[in-house]
């Protein structure tokens, strides 16, 4: 007979593409995963992998199993989030993954209101590029992805998008910029500009390049860091600008140590986009974590997650 625990074994070296990458994922020796596997085979008689240089590929009664271990571990999900009272777990967990500003400004906030409704569960924030969260939900390392990069050369159909919400961007400002004390600023002033932006090559700075690209605006970048916090911190004390989500300088012009200019026009938005693995099953936990956003982010009711 078949074990479900050594079939879900089976379909993780699947999708991870080898023993070492799903022995990672599980928190296991890559010597016990292989154990688990010719165990496997040898219940079924038949060699269900051949192993290579590049990793592990499927035999064809591997391609039969795996079709069968998909459906057969849809079943079981299925069946447990039908009879699962998230209320009364024990422990459980749901791993989300994020783009910088979501993972640093928004997501901390959405975890305590989940842990409130449900002590008894934990929120695992993992803050990773847009490439690294697509990579790490074909192996299985994060439940759901949430991003704010951009994914228009999208070919993988195992990759599930759901855009949730249009996020504007504004000029960002300090006490010493000319600027201040304006509400908004035209397009056409920005050239020649000194500007703070992200890392080269990072989905941000490719996209703002482009935006400023097309609106034929050129600028001086000044500064490059990898992150926000480093970003906000350079403006505030000089004379030089950025572009960023309103959501990330908050406390700021709250604080009153940085400006949002809106650009006239509004032409500079991005999308913030829920992305999951459409192989892997998503938990009761995680449903429960989706339904405990839709407050904030009311599309997730597309999703249908009872």
Do not use: C
Request: charge should be negative; charged fraction near 25%; avoid cysteine.
């Amino acid at each position: 007979m078949l074990n479900l625990y050594k079939l879900e074994i089976f379909a993780l070296v699947v999708r991870t593409g080898s023993f070492s990458a799903a022995a990672e994922r599980l928190l296991m020796s890559q010597p016990a995963v292989s154990q688990h596997i010719q165990d496997l085979e040898a219940s079924l008689g038949t060699r269900l992998f051949r192993r290579g240089r590049r990793g592990v590929s499927l035999t064809p009664a591997g391609e039969t199993l795996y079709r069968y271990a998909q459906e057969i571990l849809r079943l079981v999900a299925e069946a447990e989030n039908a009879v699962a009272d998230i209320r009364h777990l024990s422990g459980g967990q749901v791993t989300v993954a994020a783009t910088p500003g979501i993972g640093v400004y928004l997501l901390p906030d959405w975890a305590q209101a989940f842990r409130r409704r449900y002590p008894n569960l934990t929120v695992a924030i993992q803050t990773r590029t847009t490439p690294q969260i697509m990579e790490g939900l074909l192996r299985g390392e994060m439940d759901i992805g949430l991003i704010e990069g951009e994914l228009e050369e999208l070919d993988n159909d195992e990759i599930g998008v759901l855009a949730l919400e249009d996020v504007e961007q504004f000029v960002i400002v300090g006490p010493e910029h000319p600027w201040w004390g304006r509400s908004t600023v035209a397009m056409e002033e920005l050239t020649g500009q000194r500007f703070v932006m992200r890392q080269r090559h990072s989905q941000t700075r490719i996209w703002l390049e482009e935006a400023l690209r097309t609106a034929h605006v050129q600028v001086q970048v000044v500064a490059e860091f990898d992150n926000m916090e480093s970003i906000k911190r350079a403006v505030a004390h000089g004379d030089d600008i950025t572009i960023l989500p309103h959501y990330v300088v908050r406390r700021e012009v709250e604080a009153g140590t940085l400006a949002a200019l809106a650009v006239e026009g509004r032409p500079l938005w991005r999308t913030l986009k829920l992305v999951w693995n459409r192989h892997a099953h998503l938990s009761p936990v995680t449903r429960a974590f989706l339904r405990s956003l839709e407050k904030y982010l009311p599309r997730l009711q597309e999703l249908a997650v009872t």
